[in-house]
């Protein structure tokens, strides 16, 4: 099982792929249900299912690059904050860690322990 390490701003989170997987799932779901998404957010789906559909070991969500505005960047954290209501288990712990990163109160990196899961 492997894991990936989950980035924006120079801080981010390590989390299970399989975790990962069906948190952007969930995410995903509560995106499209939300409204018609804009060109930005078809962008972002299209590059997170292809990360889940790839079994490489390695998910990148490039926040970096899909959240370049902090518009897309609340945007994206607010449907998050709704999709973590119905996130189960481990998903469930991803997505909080993927809302606080995104509202900027999480404060680890790549090496900082790993006692949030």
Do not use: C
């Amino acid at each position: 099982m492997g894991t990936s390490y989950i980035e924006y701003k120079g801080f981010g989170f390590w989390s299970r792929d399989n975790f990962i997987e069906s948190w952007i799932a969930t995410l995903i779901d509560e995106i499209r249900m939300s409204t018609a998404p804009e060109l930005w957010q078809d962008v972002l789906i299209q590059n997170w299912e292809a990360q889940v559909q790839i079994d490489g070991g390695s998910i990148s969500l490039d926040l970096d690059e899909l959240l370049s505005d902090e518009m897309r960047r609340d945007r994206v954290r607010h449907l998050a904050e709704q999709a973590v209501n119905r996130a189960t288990g481990s998903a469930r712990r991803t997505g909080e860690l993927f809302v606080a990163l995104l509202a900027g109160n999480l404060r680890t990196d790549a090496s900082s322990p790993i006692n949030y899961l």
